[in-house]
């Protein structure tokens, strides 16, 4: 499994980790293109391979009320814009077996929520697409189980798998992450980390998931140090103000220490 299956995707030994970031969901416009341009900028200027990353819709929310999106069609349109304006590729969730085709037209990876990964219709489509699958493991998977979803991707003749780990259900309300896990997964694909989701405090009675967002530094540098490949993290300018996600999300004027402290780690890894 390679990681530079897109172009702006490459990964060898000695290479920074890549990134996979943006807003939860899609909530507009001008809100997409500011958080790019931010992440580009940092990105850039750290080496970091960036993946802008925005749901177009939200379909496993808790509550009938919660926010789903602003269009399907609207919010593909700007990932799109994103990609074309800053040159980055970009990824999005799917959850039904038509949103694959459709959304493939406008992104370039296609990721598979972790509520969903053992859904083998939505892989299969996800993969003969010929987009890259991110895989995000199941909350109730084991490590080694997720080379049976990787497997799927392959024997649906595409090689273009990523997994993501994005914690493990440790009670009702709480994730915990098995570091143990990462060389595990290794085996079978890239590996990448979801800093933030991993940090969700699932089931509140409100029925709004709540999180611990103090502690993102501390988790991404744990993967870094256990020798991830890549990093997904959802930031905003405004989290508390967000339309989805917004208690586990990274405030974007954090960013830059972050990453500029998880490149230092990176290089100590790979002992450079």
């Not at 897109?6 to 290479?15: A, W």
């Not at 999106?69 to 970009?90: Q, Y």
């Amino acid at each position: 499994m390679q990681l530079d299956v897109i172009p702006q995707i490459k990964h060898t030994k000695g290479d920074n980790f890549f990134l996979l970031a943006g807003p939860c969901a899609i909530e507009g416009e001008d809100m997409a293109l500011r958080i790019a341009e931010r992440v580009v900028d940092i990105t850039d200027r750290l080496g970091i391979p960036y993946v802008f990353k925005g749901s177009f819709k939200k379909a496993n929310r808790s509550r009938i009320d919660s926010f789903t999106g602003i269009g399907d069609e609207k919010a593909l349109k700007i990932l799109r814009k994103v990609s074309e304006t800053f040159k980055v590729p970009t990824v999005t969730d799917i959850h039904e077996v038509s949103d694959a085709e459709k959304a493939a037209e406008y992104v370039d990876v296609l990721q598979i929520p972790a509520f969903l990964v053992r859904q083998t219709d939505l892989v299969v489509a996800a993969a003969k697409t010929g987009k890259v699958v991110n895989l995000k493991k199941g909350q109730f998977m084991s490590p080694e189980s997720m080379q049976h979803a990787v497997k799927k991707v392959i024997d649906s003749g595409s090689d273009k798998a990523w997994i993501t780990d994005r914690g493990t259900m440790f009670g009702y309300q709480d994730m915990v992450v098995d570091f143990r896990g990462i060389p595990t997964m290794k085996q079978y694909a890239p590996v990448v980390l979801d800093v933030t989701h991993s940090l969700q405090q699932p089931n509140q009675s409100s029925g709004v998931t709540g999180g611990r967002p103090a502690l993102i530094g501390t988790m991404a540098r744990a993967g870094i140090a256990a020798g991830v490949d890549g990093l997904f993290m959802e930031t905003h300018f405004d989290p508390a103000n967000a339309k989805s996600d917004g208690a586990n999300m990274l405030d974007l004027s954090l960013l830059e220490k972050l990453l500029t402290d998880l490149t230092a780690i990176r290089k100590v890894v790979q002992g450079l």
